[in-house]
């Protein structure tokens, strides 16, 4: 059942709906799932005109219209995925639910985002970033908030709920707020941004629930990653990119990128001693104006480098931290 371009069926009773979003990543794909009381759509794109338009007309694709929407799930709270969630609600009237910790994305409050705010200039800081850095950074953060339309969801879904026969799998890495859908009797997994095929998703960070201290992102990952593997997956159907035929060996892959690029950085420092900018201003030449995805892949590898001794890091007065090979 394809009667338009932007939807295809592409597992048994799962279709997906290219939603536009204008970042470089391209379009958002949210995942219909209709069964008989409705249908389960899981995640909720960016929310724009053009965005909903397109949900819309994917539903109608499948034949369902808004009212018939009973469930409303979100992978995770960035903006492409979980920035429609306030308007398809308001539309279709369904129930919204995801991870606990969506709340930090949906219902920010001034002061989880002064908190947040303070977070990323001590890290940036202690990264060796220039105050004008911080701000541009910090301008780039608002913006992605201003994406995501203030919601309160229905209720949570955590590791092992079952929500309309799929179980919900908690697998943090790229967000501490990700979860992924698994449905047993054929293995498929609707994965949001665990894993993509023609990209690496980045392990981002984030400051813990109180923004004391960071997620150890890559380590993270990594669990989830081999969490994944112990649940041999048939097929991932991924928020962007094309269906993950063979997770297996991408998740494995995914696996050896990591190790590649805590050598990379390790070949990086040599003898010297390097902040993070440093090694990310070295390693990523042309993403600059990237500020939060570079900062948080070197930052996060090295955070994993640090935890299995094989780099070691001092800080000075200024609060600048700066890494060296382990002895
Ligand atoms: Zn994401």
Not at 74 to 84: E, R, V
Not at 140 to 152: A, F, H, K, L, N
Not at 236 to 250: F, R, W
Not at 258 to 269: G, T
């Amino acid at each position: 059942m394809t009667t338009s371009t932007n939807v295809a069926q592409i597992a048994p009773g799962v279709y997906r709906c290219a939603l536009p979003t204008g970042f470089s990543v391209g379009d958002v794909y949210a995942h219909l799932v209709p069964d008989e009381q409705g249908v389960m759509v899981v995640d909720a794109g960016l929310g724009t005109d053009e965005s909903m338009a397109a949900l819309e007309q994917g539903l109608c694709d499948i034949g369902c219209g808004p009212d018939q929407v009973h469930t409303i799930v979100l992978t995770h709270g960035h903006a492409d995925h979980a920035g429609g969630a306030a308007a398809l609600k308001d539309r279709t009237g369904a129930r919204l639910i995801g991870h606990p910790l969506l709340l930090r994305w949906l219902q920010p409050t001034p002061e989880s985002m002064r908190a947040e705010d303070e977070f990323f200039e001590q890290l940036y800081r202690a990264c060796g970033l220039s105050p004008l850095l911080w701000e541009a950074a910090r301008v780039e953060r608002d913006s992605y908030r201003q994406m995501v339309r203030p919601v309160s969801p229905d209720g949570n879904a955590t590791e092992g709920d079952i929500v309309r026969g799929w179980r919900v799998v908690y697998t943090p890495g790229h967000s501490e707020s990700h979860i992924s859908l698994w449905r047993e009797h054929d293995r498929v997994m609707i994965g949001g941004d665990v894993c993509i095929q023609h990209i690496s998703a980045n392990a981002l960070i984030e400051p813990d629930e109180e923004c004391f201290g960071r997620i150890q992102s890559v380590a993270r990952f990594r669990e989830t990653f081999l969490k994944l593997l112990a649940l041999k997956i048939s097929a991932i159907l991924p928020g962007h990119g094309e269906p993950i035929a063979d997770p297996q060996t991408l998740i494995a892959r995914r696996l050896r990128d990591q190790d590649a690029r805590i050598a990379q950085l390790m070949a990086a420092i040599g003898t010297d001693e390097c902040t993070v900018w440093e090694l990310a201003s070295t390693l990523f030449p042309r993403h600059l104006k990237e500020i939060t995805l570079i900062v948080s892949e070197v930052l996060g590898h090295l955070d994993f480098a640090q935890t299995v001794g094989q780099v070691t890091s001092s800080c000075d007065t200024n609060g600048v931290v700066r890494y060296r090979l382990a002895p």
